[in-house]
């Protein structure tokens, strides 16, 4: 598992959450390098191994991507509260993080009133300050995308300049 998943286990840990649904497609990305197109829900354990759920159509891509992840088939809207609700039971998750400030208000109605045996707990800020924080190997790669954006916009200028040069010329 990466560096940014364990920490954010034990997080959850600390402020006392049995798991926590990220439902925003980029942070699902951000924890496990597997894009939807159209929705996919990522359930963090604090103490097991996280859950992948995603469209029959983007199964198998996302087994074959994520690594660090069970990955679990859902099917059409109705039933992905049933399968969803079904893996909490099985983990025996009472305490619910939630990202409140990227859930849908249909989504959220929905699992307040289907999962009446969790406590929500809105722990948006956790992924927040955990994504605002960079890893040594994160900062690498952000000077490395500066340093191909700078080279571009060089080439750019060279050609603009360039251009405007023999634009002048030609009249």
């Known amino acids: 598992m990466g560096t940014k998943l364990i920490e954010f286990q034990k997080i959850l840990e600390t402020e006392g959450l049995d798991a926590f649904i990220i439902t925003n497609l980029i942070n699902v990305y951000y924890f496990t390098k597997f894009f939807s197109r159209s929705a996919a829900y990522y359930i963090v354990y604090s103490d097991k191994i996280p859950s992948l759920f995603v469209p029959e159509l983007e199964y198998e891509d996302a087994k074959n991507k994520v690594k660090n992840s069970e990955v679990i088939k859902i099917g059409r809207d109705d039933e992905v509260l049933k399968v969803l609700k079904q893996n909490l039971e099985d983990n025996q998750v009472k305490i619910l993080g939630i990202e409140e400030n990227s859930m849908t208000v249909r989504f959220f109605q929905d ?3 289907k999962f009446d045996f969790l406590k ?12 605002m924080t960079k890893t040594t190997d994160e900062v690498e790669k952000l000077k490395n995308a500066c340093q191909i954006a700078d080279r571009g916009l060089d080439r750019f200028h060279t050609l603009l300049v360039l251009g405007i040069v023999v634009q002048d010329r030609n009249n």
Do not use: C
């Open 111 to 113: 699992i307040s009133k």
């Open 120 to 131: 929500l707990e809105n722990g948006s800020y956790f992924i927040d300050v955990l994504r």
